[in-house]
């Protein structure tokens, strides 16, 4: 055996003993597939009575880790709120860009740790549906920077500096959170989701005037109504037609009554496009609702509610 191909053995051991260091056993498997749809859903014959079928446990979090997480994105988010102030005028454009930026972080993170995972063998059935799924999140958050771009919301150089610090500082704490707890990594999320949809629900309500006089941007309209929808469709998890209206805070539960799956808008005005960057916010709200309290994306519980911390023992 020569020297280098030696040396080529000795780094395949090497490389094969690592890989056992982290093939950990794989987990039990989740409730993790889609629901059918309408078109081939089983017989009601087939069904089990709705009595039977138990509803599953909705977790809960620590309390500990619920109130640091709602420390720290109220924080962060009480700190764009006093640079970012929301006035009508075109700095709106620039708060709504660092929140993007920020905001789409945690699903290139979700996706990052998990390709990891998977090199080193840890996979379970549903990782892949997972993964498509926040892929699919990322593509969504992306092209609402995109409008936030096309609207200037990116042309001061202080507002990029400090989006762009904000989110690489973000991405590696979401990184090591999600490796430790993903529950804890999707309950952040869930806090910033929650902040994104009120924002945008408040600044339709104030500036409805002035978002139906302006013009759809171009990007707006090639991803909502122009792009192959597959992955528009593959974000929305949860059905539900009648919560796009309501608030996710309080007790605004979402209640679940109807498989029909998301439409994807059409678009008249600018005021149009904030409907549906809103509307989305809260499709991820509700999926990381679902992934925090049932470790699942679909609607287990038949309503969505923000998560509650563990009562005290
Ligand atoms: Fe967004
Ligand atoms: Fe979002």
């Known amino acids: 055996m020569t020297c280098s191909s030696r040396a080529r053995a000795l780094l395949l051991v090497a490389l094969a003993a ?3 260091a982290f093939n950990v056993p794989p ?3 989740r409730i993790q597939t889609r629901p059918p749809p309408l078109a081939s859903a089983p017989p009601a014959a087939v ?18 880790v619920f109130t640091f997480n709602k420390v720290v994105i109220d924080a962060v988010y009480g700190l764009i709120c006093v640079l970012y102030p929301v006035t009508g005028g075109p700095r709106d454009f620039a708060r709504f860009y660092v929140l993007e930026t920020v905001a789409r972080v945690p699903y290139f993170a979700y996706l990052s740790v998990r390709h990891l995972k998977e090199t080193f063998g840890k996979r379970a059935p549903g990782d892949n549906y997972r993964m498509r799924t926040h892929y699919a999140e990322a593509d969504n958050e992306l092209h609402h920077l995109l409008i936030m771009e096309a609207l200037g919301g990116n042309e001061n150089g202080l507002d990029r500096a400090l989006a762009q610090t ?13 490796s430790v707890s993903e529950q804890a990594a999707y309950h952040l999320s869930e806090l910033i989701e929650d ?22 941007p171009p990007i707006a309209k090639k991803y909502y109504e122009d792009d192959n929808p597959f992955l528009f469709d593959l974000f929305c998890t949860v059905s539900d037609t009648a919560a796009l209206s309501q608030t996710a805070e309080g007790d605004g539960g979402v209640e679940l009554g109807s498989e029909c ?5 059409t678009l008249r005005s600018l005021y149009d496009v904030f409907v549906n960057v809103r509307d989305d916010e809260r499709e991820h709200w509700k999926t990381l609702c679902n992934l925090v309290q049932f470790d699942n994306m679909e609607g287990a519980g038949g309503v969505v509610r923000s998560t509650q911390p563990s009562p005290h023992e």
């Open 18 to 20: 690592g890989a056992r």
């Open 27 to 29: 987990r039990a498997p």
């Open 47 to 64: 069904a089990p009575p709705a009595a039977a079928v138990a509803a599953p446990a909705r977790a809960t979090m620590n309390g500990g």
């Open 166 to 178: 904000m989110a690489f500082v973000y991405y590696w704490y979401v990184v090591v959170i999600y």
């Open 195 to 216: 902040h994104a949809y009120s924002t945008y629900d408040k600044y339709l309500r104030e500036h409805e005037a002035a978002l139906r006089a302006a013009p759809v």
């Open 261 to 265: 799956p998301r439409q994807r808008p």
